[in-house]
């Protein structure tokens, strides 16, 4: 096996190529998307009523400049895999209002895991005990792709992410690239590479704390800071504002001994010498001192302890706490973001963990995006923006189609048709042996069960329900029941599933990982495995809403209800099996229980979901229960003739989303 060393220039190579691929692809008719789940104006519930005034700027596909207030720029929050996000920032999306982000980003910083052994298990908290979920079979696989040759396979991953991001930073553009001790040399290796070693600006050195307790047991130095790597995409027009640090006591009763008669404390400074040779001394007013200039050495930020129980007697747990394990200070990166960028800024960050960079970013008027793998991720990040006062709307968004960027990147098969039959011989299915049998059309032997197998690079929505159905009625004769596979699925399938008759049609989600699954473990190992699940969808009711007039002129009060909510099967959640018990428990007794967030849009279009009213189980403004939703809302808002629809989605604990729409006169 390669040392290091060895293989840094086999890293690099694969690298460049996979570069140039992705470049090549962003340019054409190909190109990865970004799909709008949601368009968020944060307005978090706290008093069980909101007056729906859409405060800020409209989103990118509404032409009506009523109630508009934008330059045109849109923060972002994307879930998915950072290196398709890149894609599409880099192409651009006319249909979200998305530009080229080619050379605009001023400043992006990155904290890229690095953990070959880390637990990426998210804790749940559940009204009868917590759960641990395990990351999603996507989520285990690209942690798996990332560790399967150690720090190789690390610096693989790292390599072409960490071009395109060279690729979206603007001319007077910096990275800070945050690292620990095991890969930091590694790394910047990479980085000199990529953005040039004349390039490289700074190596910080946190350090974030001092040894004690347990921490400082053992006959091993204690580790107490991490580095944080700097690069310019120019080092000479690098966008730089120095940044100052406070006196120390010692420092002011050492150096400001002085106090004049206001009792402004101050220091004698020799200004020059006079025509006569004579001192002239003036005077530095503490007040009016900036303080030390920052060094690379940063001692004076402390890290963040995920989990308050870490904190101990008259101890309190940190304000900023948001239970996410990687967890950094708002105070480090506040410090990064005035540094290297000005108000107006673009920040990025494409780990995004907990959110802190966006947080600080929205609080210092610095423009955002944001992405994250995780669920659980982007879902901490969506709350943790709403409750920011006075934070600006966002988008946020899924990348377009995983399946179709599979399929279409992948080499295993050439036609949809030859994905269709494997997918069909893992469910159980044949394909049926007669001249002109369609490919995606088979049948389970000796029942009168009907598949039918959708394409990745299409959505099953209502129409392809409705063709499966007519082709149970007329193929060879008509059969019981048709069962549809489906990878990606219109945000109201949720209703269209309901009013089915069951025995007559079912719907099923083929996993979404599938094909990372055959090109490792190949057809014959899964269906041996018999470990393919094919999971129904889960879906959202809420009762009818109720409109009624308000107390105002044009104004009318909408009553929405949430009333059940049917979550997948426990089976094809990445629980263990006590674990599962206690989720089938609250889904029998408080299904309304798994909710961890819902929205309201009063006013749905049918493309755009506009976000006026939020609320989600940390939310205690309101019920003061930390693990339960409120189940009602009471919007204020403006009439309109003739019928609106009224759009609620909900995300539940695991990251599910649902969609349900109710058309009210």
């Known amino acids: 096996m390669k040392s290091l060393i060895e293989a840094l220039p086999d890293v690099v190579k694969q690298g460049r190529r996979e570069v140039e691929q992705i470049l090549a692809r962003a340019q054409s008719d ?24 859409i405060r800020a700027c409209c989103p990118p596909d509404d032409t009506s400049a009523e109630h508009c207030e934008t330059d045109g720029w849109f923060n972002r929050l994307i879930h998915g895999d950072n290196l398709f996000a ?20 001023d400043l992006i910083y990155i904290d890229p895991p690095f953990d070959s052994k880390a637990d990426y298990r998210t804790k749940i908290n559940l009204p009868n005990g917590d759960v641990e979920q395990k990351p999603t079979v996507l989520e285990q696989f690209a942690y798996s792709d990332t560790w399967s040759d150690g720090t190789i396979s690390y610096l693989k991953m790292l390599y072409p992410r960490l ?11 910096s990275i800070y690239v945050h690292i620990g001790v095991q890969a930091n040399n590694y790394v910047r290796c990479i980085l000199d590479d990529v953005f040039g070693k004349n390039n490289f600006v700074d190596e910080i050195v946190w350090a974030y704390g001092s040894p004690s307790g347990g921490r400082a047991a053992g006959s091993k130095f204690v580790k107490i800071q991490e580095y944080i790597l700097h690069y310019a995409k120019n080092y000479n027009s690098r966008l730089e504002n120095k940044v100052y640090l406070p006196y120390s006591d010692k420092y002011v009763n050492d150096w400001f001994k002085y106090t004049d008669e206001t009792g402004r404390r101050y220091q004698r400074r020799m200004r020059g010498r006079d025509a006569n040779g004579e001192i002239i001394w003036e005077k530095q007013y503490l007040d009016e001192s900036k303080g030390v200039p920052c060094s690379t050495v940063w001692t004076d930020i402390q890290q963040i302890y995920a989990d308050p129980r870490a904190f101990k007697g008259n101890q309190k747990a940190h304000s900023e706490i948001t239970n996410y394990d990687t967890q950094k200070p708002e105070k480090l990166l506040a410090r990064i973001i005035e540094h290297s960028s000005n108000e107006n800024s673009i920040v990025a960050d494409f780990f995004g963990g907990s959110g802190t960079t966006a947080a600080v970013a929205e609080k210092l008027g610095r423009r955002w995006i944001t992405s994250d793998l995780g669920k659980p991720s982007c879902m901490i990040m969506r709350k943790r923006m709403i409750d920011i006062p006075e934070c600006k709307p966002f988008l946020y968004h899924s990348i377009g189609d995983y399946s179709r960027e599979a399929f279409l990147s992948d080499k295993q ?5 030859d994905l269709a039959r494997v997918v069909m011989g893992l469910y159980g299915a044949l394909p049926f042996d007669v001249a002109d049998a369609p490919a995606n059309l088979g049948h389970i032997r000796g029942t009168s069960t009907l598949v039918y197998v959708d394409s990745p690079n299409k959505v099953t929505n209502s129409n392809t329900i409705k063709k499966a159905l ?9 059969w019981n029941k048709v069962i549809v596979l489906g990878w990606n699925f219109a945000f109201d399938i949720g209703a269209t599933i309901q009013g089915m008759n069951k025995s007559e049609c079912e719907v ?27 999971s129904s969808l889960q879906y959202l009711t809420i009762k009818r809403p109720l409109v009624v007039p308000a107390n105002e002129d044009g104004k009318v009060k909408i009553t929405v209800a949430l009333d059940n909510y049917v979550l997948l099967s426990p089976d094809s959640l990445p629980l263990d099996d006590k674990a599962k018990t206690k989720v089938q428990q609250v889904m029998a007794e408080r299904p309304l229980d798994l909710i961890e967030y819902w929205s309201i849009d009063p006013d749905y279009d049918g493309q755009t979901f506009r976000s006026v009213w939020q609320d ?50």
């Open 616 to 665: 989600y189980r940390e939310n205690t403004a309101n019920d003061g229960d930390a693990l339960r939703v409120v189940t009602s809302a009471e919007i204020i808002t403006s009439a309109r003739p003739g019928k609106r629809k009224i759009c609620v989605k909900a995300v539940d604990v695991f990251g599910f989303e649902s969609m349900v729409v109710e058309e009210v006169a």
């Open 413 to 417: 098969f050439r036609r949809v048709s």
């Open 163 to 173: 071009a395109l991001m060279k690729e979206l930073l603007s001319d007077q553009g």
């Open 508 to 534: 099923l989600v083929i996993p979404p990982d599938l094909l990372d699954m055959l090109r490792k473990k190949g057809y014959a190992d899964l269906v041996n495995s018999g470990k393919i699940t094919f």
């Open 30 to 53: 190909n190109k990865m998307m970004l799909q709008t789940n949601e368009y968020v104006l944060p307005a978090r519930d706290e008093s069980g009523l909101f007056r729906g005034t």
């Open 470 to 478: 007519e082709l149970r009625e007329s193929y060879m004769g008509g």
């Open 86 to 105: 890149m894609q599409a920032l880099l192409a651009g999306d006319p249909a979200t209002g998305l530009p080229s982000m080619r050379g605009k980003i």
